[in-house]
T-cell receptor, first 112, second 113 residues
Framework: GDSVTQMEGPVTLSEEAFLTINCTYT??????LFWYVQYPGEGLQLLLK?????DKGSNKGFEATYRKETTSFHLEKGSVQVSDSAVYFC???????????FGTGTRLQVTL | SAVISQKPSRDICQRGTSLTIQCQVD?????MFWYRQQPGQSLTLIAT?????????ESGFVIDKFPISRPNLTFSTLTVSNMSPEDSSIYLC??????????FGSGTRLTVV
């Protein structure tokens, strides 16, 4: 079945550092790929998405590129802020009206 | 995108009791889902709530333990029945809306003592 694998956290970075959170997936066909963010005490918010190979999703300085050849969707940000501290979930959906399959989540802690 | 109101936001319940969680959406949506997020873990889909018919449950989840209602296109409830401490989790409602994709409620944090 479909699965998503994320790098384990927590990831601790200093403010303005470069962020990469790795995500790889297993799925048949061409799933849509997502990054969700969960701030402390809140629900999930969609951060960005990509629906086909080589698409780049971006939002709030975060980027991720859909790499079919490596089945990856790594999340990057050039300069993190303390306010980016949260748990980040990579997810996939095999179709337009299908359930989401989530990775285990990666906790990011940004310090001054 | 849709705005989801989920109630209660948190509760502490005695083992053996049941809790019903409500999910109200501000617009009509076809697809509604219920997820569970156990402490320190990822989200797992419990079931898809179907309007006018029985919910579709994922492997490992059964209707007797997690009965779901979906009386119309804007509302759904999830009941956690005969609770045990292992049911302590965050329960989230989610909807799928065309171009907007998936939207999540803020969740219900359940503690069973």
């Amino acid at each position: 079945g479909d699965s998503v694998t994320q790098m384990e956290g927590p990831v601790t970075l200093s403010e303005e550092a470069f962020l990469t959170i790795n995500c790889t997936y297993t799925a048949t066909g061409y799933p849509s790929l997502f990054w969700y963010v969960q701030y402390p005490g809140e629900g999930l918010q969609l951060l960005l998405k990509a629906t086909k190979a080589d698409d780049k999703g971006s939002n709030k300085g975060f980027e991720a590129t859909y790499r079919k050849e490596t089945t990856s969707f790594h999340l990057e940000k050039g300069s993190v802020q303390v306010s980016d501290s949260a748990v980040y979930f990579c997810a996939l959906s095999p179709g337009t009206a299908s359930k989401l399959t989530f990775g285990t989540g990666t906790r990011l802690q940004v310090t001054l | 995108s849709a705005v989801i109101s989920q109630k209660p936001s948190r509760d502490i319940c005695q083992r053996g009791t049941s809790l019903t969680i409500q999910c109200q959406v501000d617009s009509q949506v076809t697809m509604m889902f219920w997820y569970r997020q156990q402490p320190g873990q990822s989200l797992t889909l419990i079931a898809t709530a179907n309007q006018g018919s029985e919910a579709t449950y994922e492997s490992g989840f059964v209707i007797d333990k997690f009965p779901i209602s979906r009386p119309n296109l804007t509302f759904s409830t999830l009941t956690v029945s005969n609770m045990s401490p292992e049911d302590s989790s965050i329960y989230l409602c989610s909807v799928l809306q065309g171009l907007y994709g998936y939207t999540f409620g803020s969740g219900t944090r359940l503690t069973v003592v």
